[in-house]
């Protein structure tokens, strides 16, 4: 089974707000976020995919989730490329 990492950018705040997860089903995941029934955090706002890595494992889609979620020099030079 294929295994995605992905980090999405809130569309509708002028504050920078990002999230990292992993999933199986991108696309799906991606409605669920904004249809408010995706994680907790990310309620009540709009998102657009702006990075997305492939992995063949769930753990090593879990390790490389991790690490981009503590690498603020990382999510911060994604963020600013995908505008």
């Known amino acids: 089974m294929t295994y995605f990492v992905y980090m999405i950018r809130c569309v ?3 504050k920078k707000k990002t ?3 992993y999933t ?3 696309k799906k995941r991606i409605i669920l976020h ?3 029934r995706g994680a ?7 998102w ?3 990075y997305k890595k492939k992995f063949s ?3 090593e889609a879990m390790s490389y989730e991790y690490k981009l979620k503590h690498d603020r020099n990382k999510r911060m030079y994604i963020f600013n490329k995908s505008l």
């Open 57 to 59: 494992s769930k753990s």
């Open 40 to 46: 907790k955090s990310t309620k009540g706002h709009k």
């Open 34 to 36: 904004n249809s408010n």
């Open 24 to 26: 199986s089903n991108l």
């Open 48 to 50: 657009k995919l702006i």
């Open 12 to 14: 509708s705040s002028i």
């Open 19 to 21: 999230y990292v997860g």
